[in-house]
């Protein structure tokens, strides 16, 4: 008995839970009705009141014309009864009001809206879904406002209104556009400023600085969808450049990866941390199999951009790093355009009609910064005083000590110099880490060292014993004299650096630098900006992420007192395909650049001017501002010591124990 009522207790228990769990799924399936019922008629009411949209989402370019969004139904009122399932509902409304002649109300409308959580564009306004399309875009000439009335002088605005690829305008700005405006066939160009009005149109200036025909061009690098993932993603990633060092004591060679660490924490490593070139940032690498840390003789790069680039960029974001979305060329209207003499018959624009400061710290920036004409470089920026000619080089460069630091493009400008010396160049010299030459007479010594830890991109052997950081060849500079000029290029190689840890390198230059200058105000240094390099599809971003370091370089040096050469616009103008090498014509006119900064004020050269000698132009639009005050003029010192001139070549240090004095406190952990 027992046993019996036990099992019908456990029967009822049974029943209980099984109709409690029927009722609780009738009431959540009745609940869910109700909830997909009111969905419904929100959804039909929103497709009446927007557009039809196709599959993907995007708006038809066939929609309903803005004069007829609410009037659904044209045809006779026996037709509006008869089709009276195709007529909207209103929010809220569950059956359609009594002779609903197919037209809702504004205050209808507007009730709607009010309740959207979206803000509803019209045709005439519409939002673009697509990113920006180089082949629809359109380009449009603002001023002058005739294309028969463009003269030497004038300032040429374009309007860029970008558009994606169904044609509709763009709402948001954010573009990476790269413009310029060449005549090849009279070696003449000059780059476009552009600036956005962060609503999907661009102002492009541009200086027409001589007369005759010329091309303008227009390249969308990046979209600004791009762009945004280029700017917060890729550059504060995960990076990790990668070197294999070499280890060597005597004949015992032994290799092991090298890394690049900044603010990390590692064990059982080789830690290789630079005098003060670096400080939150550390060069680690795996301990070799027998030979202690202190035998590292080199590095080779083993870091590889388009690799590193691929390896963080998403899956859903390749698009807008190929086929339409990267350097396509805009169609241009009038692109093709004849530029005339000026009233006063001159060809170009006269340079004393100018007033440009002289060159030297902290210039503002012209809405053009030159330009190009029969192979010479016209600056906008500053009044250029130096010519490209051995007599003038002496002249300024007399009694001074010239150190090119950084990477291939800075030894150009070592190899230009060393020949307008007349110095002579061994024939290995472009692929040289240490160069060094001495004219005795005007006493002038130059010289190139590499910098270290450089991700370059080929497999090249760095021997430690030829490189130094720029911090400490700065630091180093007072020894001998305070006459120094140091030039630092600090771009090409950092591609690939954890961005925190580039911006860390540049800070030390600066505050070695000032540190120095309280000894030696006469020290000047000389920040070479990067360049465009060229448009290969498998460096993708790698334009767009100089141009960003060209940007944190201005930003830390600003106001102290480093003179910041920018060749950007430069050597994009220059009517020639971008290379990272630039032609030796383009090297030699930014070495001209270069000592007319050195020597903003200086003497009568002794060459005769002839007519090839273009005059420096620009705009009357343009306004330049003098120089800073806030540049920075130490006290001098009484301490300088004057090195004796000498013709023999100073050598770096090539012992094992030698090259290790370029790092401090090697350790193990």
């Known amino acids: 008995m027992l046993h019996d009522h036990s099992s019908k207790k456990v029967w009822i228990g049974k029943r209980t839970i099984f109709t409690?769990?029927?009722?609780?799924?009738?009431?959540?399936?009745l609940f869910g009705f109700m909830v997909n019922l009111k969905r419904e008629e929100t959804i039909l009411a929103i497709n009446n009141l927007q557009e039809p949209l196709k599959p993907n989402g995007m708006l038809q370019s066939n929609s309903i014309q803005p004069d007829s969004r609410t009037q659904y139904l044209s045809s006779s009122s026996s037709d509006n009864h008869q089709e009276d399932h195709l007529l909207p509902l209103l929010p809220g409304q569950r059956t359609r009001p009594p002779n609903f002649d197919g037209v809702i109300s504004d205050d209808s409308l507007q009730m709607f809206a009010n309740r959207a959580p979206f803000v509803h564009?019209?045709?005439?306004?519409?939002?673009?879904?697509?990113?920006t399309c180089a082949a629809t875009t359109v380009v449009k000439l603002a001023s002058p406002a005739d294309y028969e009335a463009i003269h030497v002088g004038d300032t040429l605005h374009y309007i860029i209104e970008a558009k994606d690829s169904y044609g509709r305008p763009r709402t948001i700005g954010g573009d990476f556009w790269l413009g310029a405006l060449k005549s090849p066939h009279l070696i003449a160009g000059t780059a476009a400023k552009i600036i956005d009005h962060d609503n999907g149109t661009y102002s492009m200036y541009l200086t027409a600085g001589w007369k005759g025909d010329a091309m303008l061009e227009l390249t969308l690098a990046h979209p600004s969808e791009g762009v945004h993932w280029l700017k917060t993603t890729y550059k504060y990633g995960d990076h990790l450049p990668i070197w294999d060092g070499e280890f060597q004591l005597g004949n015992i060679k032994e290799t092991s990866k090298c890394y690049l660490m900044y603010d990390s924490t590692w064990n059982n490593m080789c830690e290789y941390q630079p005098k003060k070139a670096l400080k939150h940032t550390k060069f680690v690498c795996d301990k070799p199999f027998t030979l202690p840390c202190e035998s590292l003789a080199g590095i080779r790069g083993a870091s590889n951009f388009p690799v590193e680039f691929s390896r963080l960029l998403p899956t859903e974001k390749r698009v807008l790093f190929s086929g339409e979305h990267l350097y396509k060329n805009v169609a241009i209207p009038h692109g093709f355009i004849n530029i005339k003499e000026r009233t006063d018959n001159q060809f170009t624009i006269p340079k004393d009609t100018l007033q440009l400061p002289l060159c030297g710290p902290d210039l503002p920036s012209p809405l053009s910064d030159g330009y190009w004409y029969n192979g010479q470089w016209n600056s906008l920026v500053c009044d250029t005083k130096q010519t490209y000619n051995k007599a003038s080089a002496i002249q300024c460069l007399e009694h001074t000590n010239v150190v090119f630091t950084g990477d291939s493009t800075t030894r150009q400008w070592f190899a230009s110099l060393a020949k307008l010396l007349d110095v002579g160049l061994p024939e290995d010299h472009d692929r040289s880490f240490f160069l060094e030459?001495?004219?005795?007479?005007p006493d002038i010594n130059i010289s190139f060292v590499f910098h270290p830890l450089s991700t370059h991109p080929k497999p090249i052997f760095v021997n430690m014993s030829q490189v130094r950081f720029e911090v400490d060849i700065i630091l180093d500079s007072p020894r001998?004299?305070?006459?120094?000029?140091?030039?630092?290029?600090?771009?090409?190689?950092?591609?690939?650096?954890?961005?925190?840890?580039?911006?860390?390198?540049?800070t030390h230059i600066r505050?070695?630098?000032?540190?120095?200058?309280?000894?030696?105000?006469e020290l000047k240094v000389v920040i070479k900006s990067p360049h465009a390099v060229n448009k290969q599809t498998t460096?993708?971003?790698?334009d767009f992420m100089f141009k960003e370091m060209m940007h944190a370089m201005r930003e830390v040096f600003q106001g102290s007192g480093v003179m910041f050469i920018d060749i950007w616009d430069m050597d994009y103008a220059y009517p020639a395909p971008m290379e990272l090498h630039m032609p030796d014509e383009v090297i030699n006119q930014e070495i001209a650049l270069f000592l007319s900064y050195l020597c903003p004020e200086n003497m009568q050269l002794s060459l005769t001017p002839t007519s090839e000698n273009i005059h420096l132009p620009s705009t009357?639009?343009?306004?330049?501002?003098?120089s800073t005050s806030?540049?920075?003029?130490?006290?001098?010192?009484?301490?300088?010591?004057?090195?004796?001139?000498?013709?023999?070549?100073?050598?770096?240090?090539?012992?094992?124990?030698?090259?290790?004095?370029?790092?401090?406190?090697?350790?193990?952990?």
């Open 511 to 521: 505050d070695a630098m000032i540190e120095v200058k309280r000894q030696c105000p």
């Open 20 to 29: 409690s769990t029927i009722i609780i799924c009738l009431i959540i399936c």
């Open 620 to 626: 009357s639009e343009n306004i330049h501002l003098p």
């Open 121 to 131: 564009h019209s045709i005439d306004a519409v939002t673009s879904f697509d990113v």
């Open 630 to 669: 806030e540049n920075i003029h130490l006290p001098p010192t009484s301490e300088n010591i004057h090195l004796p001139p000498t013709t023999e070549n100073t050598q770096l240090p090539q012992t094992s124990e030698e090259q290790m004095q370029l790092f401090k406190n090697v350790k193990v952990e």
């Open 480 to 506: 001998y004299t305070c006459n120094n000029v140091i030039v630092v290029s600090p771009w090409a190689h950092f591609i690939m650096w954890p961005w925190d840890a580039y911006v860390e390198w540049l």
């Open 539 to 542: 460096m993708k971003g790698r």
């Open 437 to 441: 030459r001495t004219l005795a007479a």
